[in-house]
């Protein structure tokens, strides 16, 4: 009877076992390429600069509409894939020298859109195009900032309850493209408004040409290392 008891336990032990191979399949681990979850790849790739949520920190919200409004979905994968040189907006791609294969990014991109863009949400209020499609003036763009910027940056930018935004440690980390992004979109979770929120919308002409005033004021690297009096 001992005998026969230690039988079936044997057999029942057996039997519970998993197949060979199986459980070793259902505990694989998934490597860093494979995780395609939106939100996880936002939340460890993207949201130190833009925020969690997109709300912006750093850098621009991407849950801001506007933004989508303005960016096409290559922009968006362009500036995520290749980053942005002389930035802090690294590259992502691996051909690059990024962390994240093209179905992570179209992860990205696709889950941005998804889940932040508001379609048709401009559709009476156009906003000006996301890229230049000509050169600025900028004396008239230091004209138009002192007219619509300075009550919070100051006149000819030099601080004011927003502080300097002719600082050259800012301007030296950021390209024409993100002063011009910035302009239209405006920064909320700071409290800067959009293009819309002014005395009047801005036009795309005044865009540029604030633009075209505040890259004039980006010293270049060998004045800079001049004015501080060494080279390094």
């Given at each position: 009877?001992?005998?026969?008891?230690?039988?079936?336990?044997?057999?029942?032990?057996?039997?519970?076992?998993?197949a060979p191979g199986r459980r070793a399949a259902e505990?694989?681990?998934?490597?860093?390429?494979e995780i395609l979850d939106f939100s996880l790849l936002?939340?460890?790739?993207?949201?130190?600069c833009h925020g969690a949520d997109g709300q912006g920190g750093l850098s621009i919200g991407l849950a801001n509409p506007v933004y989508l409004a303005i960016?096409?979905?290559?922009?968006?994968?362009?500036?995520?894939?290749?980053?942005?040189?002389?930035?802090?907006?690294?590259?992502?791609a691996q051909e690059a020298g990024g962390f994240l294969t093209d179905a992570q990014i179209d992860a990205l991109v696709g889950g941005i859109r998804e889940h932040w863009a508001k379609p048709?949400?401009?559709?009476?209020?156009?906003p000006p195009a996301y890229a230049a499609s000509q050169p600025g003036n900028p004396a008239r763009g230091?004209?138009?900032?002192?007219?619509?910027?300075s009550s919070c940056h100051g006149l000819d930018g030099r601080g004011g309850?927003?502080?300097?935004?002719?600082?050259?440690?800012?301007?030296?980390?950021v390209s024409d493209q993100h002063l011009r992004t910035v302009i239209i979109t405006g920064m909320p979770h700071v409290g800067m408004p959009d293009w819309r929120n002014?005395?009047?919308?801005?036009?795309?002409?005044?865009?540029?040409?604030?633009?075209?005033?505040?890259?004039?004021?980006?010293?270049?690297?060998?004045?800079?290392?001049?004015?501080?009096?060494?080279?390094?």
């Open positions: 009877m001992k005998s026969a008891a230690l039988s079936l336990a044997a057999m029942l032990a057996i039997a519970s076992c998993s505990t694989r681990v998934i490597r860093p390429s936002y939340r460890q790739q993207c949201s130190a960016a096409d979905d290559a922009t968006i994968r362009r500036i995520t894939a290749q980053g942005v040189p002389g930035t802090t907006m690294p590259a992502f048709g949400a401009f559709d009476k209020e156009k230091q004209s138009a900032f002192n007219t619509i910027c309850q927003a502080g300097s935004i002719v600082d050259n440690s800012y301007l030296a980390l002014h005395p009047k919308p801005l036009p795309d002409a005044d865009v540029t040409d604030i633009v075209a005033w505040l890259a004039s004021q980006r010293m270049p690297l060998s004045a800079q290392l001049n004015h501080s009096g060494g080279s390094e």
